[in-house]
C-alpha cells in the first residue's frame, strides 16, 4: 500500500470477521494470520501492514463483539450494583468466545499490548460500573471510608476470575448482597484481635 493511500475498509471488516470466527473454532492456540488472510481473501502481508501482531488483531476483532455499555441507573444501589455485574458478565463471559481472553492475555507479555487488551477489551465496562458506584456514594449510601475503585474492584474481581477461569458465571444479586452486607459478623472484634500481639489472639 502506497503512503497516502486510504486503507481498504472491506478488508479491515472481512479480516476482523474471519478472526471471530477461527478464535470461535480454534481457540487461542489455534489461531494463525495465515488462515485468517485465506478466510478473509486477502494475504498475510495486508493484515500485517494493518496489525503489527497477531495479539491487537486479535483484542481489535473481540471489540467488535462487545459494545459500548450504559451506564445503570436505577436511582437503587443495589439495581445498579447487581446491573453493573450482569453487564460484565454479559460482555466478558457470554460475548467473547470460551478461554480466548484468558490465553490472549497470558499471551500479551509486553506492556504496551497489555494495556491495550485492558482499555480495548475490559475498560469500558469497568467504567460503567465505577459511574454507578460514584452515583451511589454521592447519595450517600455507601461508606465514606471505602473508596468506589474498590467496590469496583471486588465486584469485577469475582466476574474476570471466572472469566479467566472458565467457571459458571457468578449470581450478581448474591455477590452484590455479600458486599454490600460485608462478610464479618463483627468487624469492630476482628479488627481489634488484629491488632493484639499474635501470642494473646488465641484466649479471643
Known amino acids: 500500500m502506497s503512503p497516502g493511500r486510504p486503507r481498504d475498509a472491506s ?114 465496562s469497568r467504567d460503567a460500573a465505577r459511574t454507578a458506584v460514584d452515583r451511589a456514594v454521592g447519595r450517600g449510601e455507601l461508606r465514606e471510608d471505602v473508596g468506589p475503585a474498590l467496590v469496583v474492584d471486588l465486584l469485577a474481581s469475582a466476574v474476570y476470575q471466572r472469566v479467566l477461569f472458565g467457571a459458571a458465571p457468578q449470581d450478581a444479586r448474591t455477590l452484590v448482597d455479600v458486599l454490600l452486607r460485608g462478610v464479618a459478623v463483627d468487624f469492630d472484634r476482628l479488627l481489634w484481635i488484629s491488632r493484639q500481639p499474635k501470642e494473646a489472639r488465641h484466649h479471643h
Open 11 to 124: 478488508i479491515d471488516g472481512a479480516v476482523l470477521a474471519a478472526t471471530v470466527d477461527l478464535l470461535r473454532e480454534r481457540g487461542w492456540s489455534g489461531f494463525a494470520v495465515e488462515a485468517v488472510a485465506t478466510r478473509a481473501g486477502t494475504t498475510k502481508a495486508a493484515i500485517r501492514r494493518r496489525w503489527p501482531s497477531r495479539q491487537r488483531l486479535a483484542v481489535d476483532a473481540l471489540a467488535t463483539l462487545l459494545d459500548t455499555p450504559e451506564v445503570p441507573d436505577n436511582a437503587c444501589t443495589r439495581c445498579d450494583l447487581i446491573a453493573s455485574v450482569d453487564l460484565l458478565t454479559e460482555l466478558l463471559h457470554d460475548r467473547l468466545p470460551p478461554g480466548v481472553l484468558a490465553a490472549l492475555l497470558a499471551d500479551c507479555t509486553e506492556t504496551e499490548l497489555r494495556e491495550y487488551l485492558v482499555n480495548t477489551l475490559i475498560a469500558p
